[in-house]
């Protein structure tokens, strides 16, 4: 079964309000191991055995964000846990929140451990405020049973910003400044939040470790590709009779997700990853979903044989040049250049010359781009022209005007 | 102790052997022998940015291009400044910036003097072909100290930093999104601020006509005219 439950075990069986609940399914178990058997050496050492990588889009391994910033000097650390959650299609950390918060707190609590934290934040989207309290009545729960002795769990609320999820531009924000991309390097892991080492994870990567320590990296390290390990929580929504959360051993066919679980049919496309994703063809639907492959924060959209790519590439590219910060001269002013041309397109007005305007800007905005915003916003439109270049020119040739939703 | 001084990276520009000390950015490498990167937002006595991209280089073993300006050097780092990728995307970003402006340039102020047009005269950039919408804002004068045309603006956040590093008065900041990203003063309101002053460090770093002087009837234009040569 390629279905697996490992970061949402305990979701829809615990109660989210009740702590009791929780401890009863080996809750902060992995914690007590880790204050009272482990160095934070040796639980950095046990996460990069893991093999696990970041969540949030990157994949960046896990354990190497952690030694740096516990290395780099300074008594002044962070952790921050990202659950801005803004890309397109995405609702996972938003299930996962709802159902299992205490798992996430467990994380947070064994990161601090390791990175030589002392305070820690919660940066949660804006749309997400009703889980605020949720959140807050978790955090105490555990903080008086007494888990949270070596760092102070806080909340911050995005303001509704999807430029706010990228990390640096997410530090700028816990600041109190407008969130805007910053240059690298210097890293987080030395420089991050108020010039202090900081280590940014997503919601999902954090739901991984409790089970790593309790079950141990070899365990971990057997599910999933040589160099995609464990499982990936994905959202899956669009042309699919059963949408939702699912969770899946990376490495799993995309067909198994978006064919035999969420019953799509008559399939066109997939956008994986959101916004900024790789668009995979009916033909591609095998591909296995891994960092190696095709993944991005998980989320997948399916479109069937009644969407138009053109006019969804013009959609995506629209929504990211809407969220651009605006600071990176590639950023602001290609994604815009992109949204007019993918206009035309939409409105049978593209020609030749266009498609070579939209291959120029492809290959400048991902080499020249501040943030990976701007450095992944040419995906749909590179994967379409790849794989999907007759529907340009066939506007091309019949002047074809596309419905724009 | 001398060691602070000592050349100790060595590393590779354009094929040649360069070298240069700790805590040094690939540009002031590059200057410091010779090789000249196109940079916007840059200013040496203010902090980086790394907002307008003009600089990038090429880094062996990086996959997308570095800003010189705000890159740190590496001992072994081989660096290419004026490969085809770098200067056709340096090229793409100028002509973005040209598409977006407003394009006055015969009737400008600083026409003669704008280091926009310089750049993409040097690159070659021709009449931009990206039909992108033109940034136009109303032209603000209530100040007597600056007067600010915002639609000449190419982002580049000098004027932000001038005056928040060198007048340490912070009267600019950004606002607004995507394309619509401005530097404004308050919540945008136009320049008219008790504590801006006549000091017009902003317009002296502003690279476009953006900032200027405001003019008072009959004073003469400075510089020479703009002559357009065939
Ligand atoms: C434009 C943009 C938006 C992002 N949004 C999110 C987000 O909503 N949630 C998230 O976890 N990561 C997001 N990321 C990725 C983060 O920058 C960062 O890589 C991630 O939080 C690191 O956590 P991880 O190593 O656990 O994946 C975004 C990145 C970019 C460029
Ligand atoms: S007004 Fe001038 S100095 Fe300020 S950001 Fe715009 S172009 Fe740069
Ligand atoms: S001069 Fe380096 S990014 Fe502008």
Redesign the pocket.
Known sequence: MPQKRVVLKNCGIIDPRQIATYLQQDGFKAWQKVSTEMTPEQVIEEVKTSGL????????P?WL?WDLARKSPGIEKYVIC??????MG?FK?KYILGNDPFSLIEGIAIAAYAVGARQSFIYL?AEYHYLLDLLQQAIKQVEAKGFLKHVKIDIRLGAGA??C???SA?MDSIEGKRGEARYRPPFPTTEGLWQKPTT???????MNIPQIILNGASWFNQIGTERSKGTKVFSVSGDVAKPGVYELVLGTPLRELVVDLAAGEKIKAVQVGGS?GRIVPYDKIDTPLSFETVLG?GAVIVLNESRDIVNAVYKSLEFLAE?SCGKCAPCREGTKAIVGIMEKFSKGEGSERDIKLLEQLSSALPLSSL???G??APFPVMDSLQYFKDSYQSRIKEKKVGVVK | MMWMDVENITLTINDSSVSGREGMTILEVAKENGIDIPTLCYIPELSPTGACRICVVEVEGSRALVAACHTPIAQGMVIRTHSPKVLETRKTIVELLMASHCGFCMICEKANICDLRKIAADLEVGLPRFETEKRFYQIEDVSPYVQRDMSKCVLCWKCIRACREIAKKNVYGTAYRGFDAKVVVDCDQPLNKEVCRDCGICINYCPTGALTRPKKLGEEKKGKPLVISS
């Open positions: 990588r970041g969540r949030g889009g990157a994949g960046f896990c964000k990202n659950a801005d959650e803004g890309e995405t950390d989207r999807y430029v999820g990228e990390e997410l940014i994870n997503n919601v999902e990567t954090l900024a924060s969220e943030c990976g915003l450095q992944a």
